[in-house]
């Protein structure tokens, strides 16, 4: 069994925070990740024209700041590349392919018990890690989510998950639904109608379209003229109906709640859109309702009505799995979120934290790494 002070699970951006935090104090830190390589999710499983869809300074990770030769809002390959130095400069060594099976704390040597399996060429082997505390990095982006939909396995053409997405090309002059309407499926979109796909979304629930320009204003309007958040989203909502006017005649809903109400209570980001929405009204991209079941190749919506589709791509979001290898009730809820809000989100009992897991971005990871490893240092 292998001892430390500190064993993080996850080398997504919010374990990287904490070991560069912890690295900073000298507090002894072992990352698992099961993936082979850091930050996976960027690294293997975005598509290709992917940006940040916030301001660099909104995404930086605790202790170093993106480097000013980069644009306002950097391309993957730039956060990437930024995510590769922050590990060398702060020398953060993860374990890699190693998938968590079960965390428990022992009650009589006062320690975190971590079991893990070796997932490389089909091997069964197990290691096990013994550690005072124990965060919680896992990410909330960490398992990818296919809804059941009836008849899909019938489907004689292609239908993959956001995750497997690189670029449009590959699709050019084919029958494409996408299945989701959140940002990642709304850029996809995008993506198959510059390429020249016969490009089709369904939209579930009711959402909030937001620009880059409006979201800098909203910003602004509670950074620096500090205006009550009841008026920032009231703005807010006044900008988006401004700039995109009556969503119904396209057929979308816009949401009753505001855009950051919404994010609060459900974990739900405003769309930023990107150029999706003009080729929606210019009618190159077509809006459908909820998908409710598959014949063959037609997919059939909410409304009775049925298309034929070549491919189907599901940009239908994330689960996260914490729940199954994780031997507590008090931090995380079924889903694997902070059962508490914020500030108070990343502190359990134990010894037990976890960071970016209370639906704040890399903002909140970058707080939360912070906050993890100052509270460790007082306890030791």
Known sequence: MRETTVIVVGAGPSGL??????????????????????????????????????????????????????????????????????????????????????????????????????????????EEYSGRFLVVASGETSDAFVPEVEGLSSFPGKFLHSTQFKCGKEYAGKNVLVVGSGNSGMEIALDLANYGSKTSIAFRSPVHILSKEIMQVSMFLATYLHLPFNMVEYLTVLLSKLVYGDLTKYGISRHEEGPFTVKAKYGKYPIIDLGTFKKIKSGEIQV?????????????????????????????????????????????????????????????????????????GLAGARMDAKKIADDITTLL
Not at 37 to 66: G, I, N, T, V
Not at 74 to 92: A, H, K, N, W
Not at 112 to 122: D, F, L
Not at 304 to 327: M, Q
């Open 17 to 126: 925070a904490t070991a560069a935090s912890l690295n900073l104090f000298s507090i002894p830190n072992i990352v698992l990740e099961r993936e082979d390589c850091f930050a996976p999710l960027w690294q293997k499983k975005s598509y290709d024209r992917l940006h940040l869809h916030l301001p660099k300074e909104a995404c930086e990770l605790a202790h170093m700041p993106m480097p000013a030769s980069y644009p306002k809002y950097p391309s993957r390959i730039q956060f990437v590349q930024y995510l590769t130095d922050y590990v060398s400069r702060f020398g953060i060594r993860p374990a890699y392919n190693r998938l968590v099976e079960s965390a428990s704390f022992d009650e009589v040597s006062e320690k975190w018990k971590v079991k893990v399996r070796i997932v490389t060429g089909g091997s069964d082997e197990f």
């Open 288 to 360: 459908l309702p909820e998908l409710t079941s598959i014949r063959g190749s037609e997919a059939v919506f909410k409304n009775g009505k049925s298309h034929p589709f070549d491919v189907i791509i599901f940009a239908t979001g994330f689960k996260r799995s914490t729940n199954k290898w994780l031997k507590d009730d008090d931090l995380l809820d079924d889903n694997g979120f902070a059962k508490l809000k914020p500030p108070n989100n990343w502190k359990g009992k134990r010894g037990l934290y976890c960071a970016g897991l209370a639906g704040r």
